[in-house]
């Protein structure tokens, strides 16, 4: 099958556990930011909530995305590296159930793991050893498949090694040869701290779409005025999706701003709002839906993730928000 939004990113398993902020304090871990831990640091956690509850589920970023997008109809590939492992048995199984085109490449070492902290806020903590991940190269991409897509999508997450940044780079040039539109989703804050002047230099010169928050914006262009930010942004690329949290999502479009409200729901967890606000606007854009209506039905989505435990819907759900999410226009 020939997909219409090819995705890179990185193939983790999600292990979920609710903590509280005193939890965090005594760890040491800046509530509400993905860290970059090794396998000593991750044992060190589990061993802390050693008597809580723990949920396992295949996620990272950009999967859960194009799981989704597979999930609303959308013929989509997840490109990643996995290990040769239980684990990345059970991601190749997820791709399938959703309906996923497999472009994921096993290797030698372990398939990533992130253990997700859960706070009674619903806002998540994440602690990430990447494993595979992190061996993700320019070989691994399928160039015709992605030559012949519609949409390149990717997070900044995969701004870690040199060979995912490289396996990024050589993606770009496929998609500006044979038109493919390149959207980005420049992914956490501690990101884009470590990574701002090579975000605003590619997403001058090689993005078509850009997706952020309101705090991954301010780092980004240095300033908590969302006003100057955002008019800073509008002067680099055509369009964007602006997350604002309670206050809905802000998009830009052909150098003008559009405001979209969010409905008053429930918050359980956060985890995966950003990646499903990005399923619902790629997924629109693939219907045929413009900038503006792709940001409300990306709401929609991040809305209904945020009412429930985790950062993925399950099947039948996601076979209900098909019709849901769509029949707004």
């Not at 002047?197 to 590619?202: A, G, R, T």
Request: hydrophobic content about 35%; overall charge negative; charged content about 20%.
């Amino acid at each position: 099958m020939q997909p219409q939004i090819y995705g890179i990113g990185n193939p983790l398993i999600d292990i979920l556990i609710s903590a509280t902020d005193t939890d965090l304090k005594k760890l040491e871990l800046a509530k509400g930011v993905m860290h970059l831990v090794d396998e000593v640091r991750q044992s060190e956690i589990i061993q802390y909530f050693n008597n809580s509850n723990h949920k396992y589920m295949p996620g990272g970023s950009a999967p859960n995305t194009i799981l989704a997008c597979a999930g609303l109809g959308i013929p989509s590939l997840i490109s990643g590296k996995i290990g040769n492992d239980k684990f990345g048995n059970i991601y190749e199984e997820q791709t399938e159930q959703y309906g996923a085109i497999n472009g994921l490449v096993k290797g030698s070492g372990v398939t990533g793991s992130s253990i997700i902290l859960v706070t009674p806020d619903g806002e998540r903590t994440m602690n990430t050893h990447l494993g595979m991940c992190r061996e993700f190269s320019p070989e691994d991409i399928n160039e015709s498949k992605l030559a012949k897509s519609n949409f390149l999508y990717f997070t900044g997450y995969m701004w870690d090694t040199d060979s995912q940044k490289n396996a990024i780079n050589y993606a770009i040039s496929i998609a500006k040869e044979n038109d493919v539109q390149i959207i980005f989703d420049v992914a956490d804050p501690f990101v884009v701290d470590r990574n701002s002047i090579e975000f605003l230099k590619m997403i001058e010169q090689d993005i078509d779409i850009v997706f952020a928050n309101q705090t991954e914006l301010a780092i980004l262009f240095d300033s908590n005025d969302i006003e100057k930010s955002t008019n800073k942004l509008l002067k680099i690329v055509k369009r964007a999706g602006i997350k604002l949290g309670k206050k809905g999502s802000l998009i830009i479009e052909l150098g003008e701003k559009h405001s979209i409200p969010s409905r008053n729901v429930n918050a359980i967890d956060s985890t995966g709002a950003g990646d499903m606000y990005a399923a619902g606007f790629l997924s629109a854009l693939s219907k045929g839906y413009n900038s503006r209506q792709s940001g409300e039905i990306g709401g929609r989505l991040a809305e209904e993730i945020i009412q429930q435990f985790g950062a993925q819907f399950d099947l039948k759900k996601m076979s209900e928000l098909n019709s849901k999410v769509f029949s707004i226009y």
